[in-house]
Each structure stands twice: as structure tokens, then as C-alpha cells.
């Protein structure tokens, strides 16, 4: 049975650079074995925030492109490889097995765009970042799924 710890907070992001700051703070936190769910709408600044992520952990010349066409992008990070996929395109939960993102689970700092796309395959230790449009900018949430992003973010 997966526990559901639930920090929500508003974030005043209100450009794309904001949404990458952030994403860079994150990435600080960020080890192998990792898994984050990146959860919204189209244009709500998911892939703006998975590429600050990755920026911060390869440095900010690194080419970071979008994994929309490609679905997977896989680079050699520092400590461990890191897997940015973008489920948009998949139809069905079993697609997700030819990508090979449960072997990246277990080795891989893992960073998925719509995870709903992977029906019951989603690990149960992993970070969900839900982010909603709001008037002002973009509203965060944060939803640690297990155990160990709990205890994670109790220490920052």
C-alpha cells in the first residue's frame, strides 16, 4: 500500500526562467534511483521545469532538448544516468515497457512528463510535482509517494 504525504505550496513562477530555478533547486536533492512525476496540463511548464532539473545536474551547456518525438532522452549525469521521458504520445500502459523506463527505476534518476500514461506500472517511491496555472503564476504541489521523499523533504 503506497502513503500519500501531501506539502503544498504556491510558488510565485511566473516565467519560464522561474520554473527552471526551481527546477535547479530540486535538482540539488535529486539521487540515483530517483523517480519524479511531472503532473499538469499542456503548457503548464513541465518540460521548462525537467530541463532546469537536468541543466542543474550536467551544467548549463548541456543540450537538453525535449523527448516529445523521441519519447526517452537518456544522458550520463555525474553520479548516475538520467532518463527524462514524455508519455503524451502513448496509447496504451504496455508501450512503456519498450521504452525501458523500470530498468531506469532501479539505476537512473528517472523524470516523467503524463505518468498517467503508465497506468499501474508507476513505482511506488517516487516524488509527484503536480503544477496548476493559477492568476498569478504557477501553484506547486508536492506529493511524496513512500517513504523516502518524505523523510527527503522533511529535511530541507
Not at 503548464?44 to 551547456?61: E, S
Request: aromatic share 6%.
Amino acid at each position: 500500500m503506497n502513503t500519500i504525504h501531501q506539502i503544498e505550496t504556491e510558488l510565485p513562477l511566473n516565467s519560464p526562467e522561474e520554473m527552471a530555478e526551481f527546477g535547479a533547486k530540486l535538482a540539488i536533492m535529486l539521487r540515483q534511483q530517483d523517480v519524479l512525476f511531472l503532473i499538469g496540463d499542456l503548457g503548464v511548464g513541465k518540460t521548462t521545469l525537467a530541463r532546469g532539473i537536468i541543466l542543474a545536474l550536467l551544467g548549463k551547456d548541456a543540450d537538453v532538448s525535449s523527448p516529445t518525438y523521441n519519447l526517452v532522452h537518456v544522458w550520463d549525469g555525474p553520479e548516475c544516468e538520467i532518463w527524462h521521458a514524455d508519455l503524451y504520445r502513448l496509447q496504451d500502459p504496455a508501450e512503456v515497457l519498450m521504452l525501458g523506463l523500470e530498468d531506469a527505476f532501479s539505476h537512473a534518476i528517472t523524470i516523467v512528463e503524463w505518468p498517467d500514461r503508465m497506468g499501474k506500472m508507476a513505482p511506488e517511491n517516487r516524488l509527484d510535482i503536480c503544477i496548476e496555472k493559477t492568476e498569478d503564476g504557477r501553484k506547486i504541489m508536492l506529493r511524496a509517494m513512500g517513504t523516502k521523499w518524505k523523510e527527503r523533504l522533511n529535511e530541507q
